[in-house]
T-cell receptor
């Protein structure tokens, strides 16, 4: 119930391409779904987040698509750049109670020049 | 944006000693802070939730007597690893919830602990 499953484990994309990372959750009580970017040796940085009352949110080159009925959400990185090479984590949380973030297993993205 | 500061960023300690890691919210008040542990190339695992003025809530499997958490003020939480062993070597990361902004949670830069 508490798991967040993330795929793929690693991803290689050419510069300018679209990077797509998927996550699935089981606990229908989750109501906050953020994506974090982490560079080696650094803490995670919030990229973009969505609530279940919307199906899509876009901020710059980053878009979250959310499918409540399927309990899935995904991150799309448009026009991927070498500087986007990092590890990406999806997470889920209950903002009405604990605020604990449950993280997916992470996706290591490499964008080739 | 809001900043969460961790100190020290790197620490090496001898086996059997204790080490304290601080987590500060620099420009906001954090009623709730979280401590995570991350092994190389793995995800973040929540260790405990720290609430200002009350006892921390530990996740299943985390030894509360080994990982002492104190949240004495709205801007500071500390994690003390007691009687450290080499297997405690890890990347420890804190995060803090800005209670005025509701669901915004900021992460610190992490602290590398190496126990020799």
């Amino acid at each position: 119930q508490q798991q967040v499953k993330q795929s793929p484990q690693s991803l290689i994309v050419q510069k300018g391409g679209i990077s797509i990372i998927n996550c699935a959750y089981e606990n229908t009580a989750f109501d906050y779904f953020p994506w974090y970017q982490q560079f080696p040796g650094k803490g995670p940085a919030l990229l973009i987040a969505i609530r279940p009352d919307v199906s899509e949110k876009k901020e710059g080159r980053f878009t979250i698509s959310f499918n409540k009925s399927a309990k899935q959400f995904s991150l799309h990185i448009m026009d991927s750049q070498p500087g986007d090479s990092a590890t990406y984590f999806c997470a889920a949380s209950r903002m009405d109670s604990s605020y604990k973030l449950i993280f997916g297993s992470g996706t290591r993205l490499l964008v080739r020049p | 944006g809001a900043v969460v500061s961790q100190h020290p960023s790197r620490v090496i300690c001898k086996s059997g000693t204790s080490v304290k890691i601080e987590c500060r919210s620099l420009d906001f008040q954090a009623t709730t802070m979280f401590w995570y542990r991350q092994f190389p190339k793995q995800s973040l695992m929540l260790m405990a939730t720290s609430n200002e003025g009350s006892k921390a809530t530990y996740e299943q499997g985390v030894e509360k007597d080994k990982f002492l958490i104190n949240h004495a003020s709205l801007t500071l939480s500390t994690l003390t690893v007691t009687s450290a062993h080499p297997e405690d070597s890890s990347f420890y990361i804190c995060s803090a919830r800005d209670y005025l902004l509701g669901d915004t949670i900021y992460f610190g830069e992490g602290s590398w602990l190496t126990v020799v």
